[in-house]
């Protein structure tokens, strides 16, 4: 399992440097890290790091791909591999950190919350989410538009936490558009 730091770390920046950035794009994010995920990790880490690779992609899949999407993957092994291939959870999966990592990265976390804080982001902000996204915690995304007061909300429909592999130009167009839209 990996803990993505760079949208919490975009987030404090933002707020500690507001003039050294432009606009800031959220793409499945959070502003906090309930004490109840915390404990749910290290349960996870404890299965993961016995199994091998392929129960490991089986044991994702589920959590970051749409129902239909992952129906897709195991119909078509050529798409799987593909896929696979592509995946940059895929490196870590293949030589994951060691468990030690995965425990002080979950520790880092355990003090994560950002919602006092996150209306003070001033900057154009772009979130960006699936549907589908069954890692995200429920309503957080829709709160962090409404607490963000320059936020722009887009949500792509019928794809999970991996919306930019299961919706690759629907995200690059939003993305891009955003970043027109700001460029002067």
């Known amino acids: 399992m990996w803990i993505k730091y760079g949208r919490k770390i975009s987030q404090k920046f933002t707020l500690k440097y507001p003039k050294m950035v432009k606009t800031l794009i959220l793409c499945a994010s959070t502003i906090y ?3 109840k995920t915390s404990d ?3 349960i996870v880490f404890n299965i993961l790091k016995d199994l091998d690779l392929e129960q490991r992609v089986m044991f994702y899949f589920p959590l970051i791909y749409s129902r239909g999407f ?6 078509d092994k050529e798409f799987f591999n593909e896929i696979s291939k592509d995946m940059n959870f895929f490196s870590q999966l293949v030589e994951p950190p060691l468990y ?7 520790e880092a ?3 994560f919350d950002m919602r006092d804080s ?3 982001i001033i900057q154009p902000t772009l979130i960006l989410s699936g549907s589908k996204d069954k890692m995200s915690i ?6 962090m538009h409404e607490e963000i007061p320059n936020s722009k909300l887009e949500i792509i ?10 919706a690759p130009k629907e995200t690059n167009r939003i993305i891009w558009n955003f970043i027109q839209e700001h460029l002067s």
Request: glycine share 8%; proline share 10%.
């Open 33 to 35: 890290y309930p004490p």
């Open 100 to 106: 030690k990592d995965y425990i002080n990265q979950n």
């Open 138 to 143: 429920p309503g957080e995304i829709q709160s």
């Open 118 to 120: 996150i209306k003070d």
């Open 70 to 75: 992952k129906k897709r993957l195991e119909s």
């Open 40 to 42: 749910q990790n290290l």
């Open 157 to 166: 429909p019928g794809v999970g936490h991996a919306f930019n592999i299961e």
């Open 109 to 111: 976390l355990k003090n």
